[in-house]
């Protein structure tokens, strides 16, 4: 995975760790991850979220920055002339 995702150890393992815990992924015990949704409603909401990445692939990557970064978001919302 670290060689596919271009990252370091640290941030895929991070990243797993992550997503196992949002019920998004399971772990084996050979090391290796699969994505695994605990339920149906949780396997909706990423179907939903795959769906708007194909849809506006900048918006979707616009509200991960914005969540990690909100005072600085919204510094730059308040130049923008319109909202997409």
């Known amino acids: ?3 596919a995702l271009r990252g370091s150890d640290l941030v895929v393992e991070q990243s797993v760790e992550s997503l196992s815990a949002a019920g998004l992924v399971l772990t084996e015990a050979d090391g290796s991850a699969r994505y695994a949704p605990t ?3 949780l396997e909706k909401l990423v179907g939903a979220a795959v769906a708007l990445y194909a849809k506006s692939p900048d918006a979707v990557r616009r509200m991960i920055v914005s969540a990690a970064s909100p005072g600085i978001t919204a510094f730059a919302d308040a130049f923008r002339l319109r909202k997409d």
Request: aromatic letters at 0%; charged letters at 15%; proline letters at 17%.
């Open 1 to 3: 995975m670290v060689a």
């Open 39 to 41: 339920g149906p409603e």
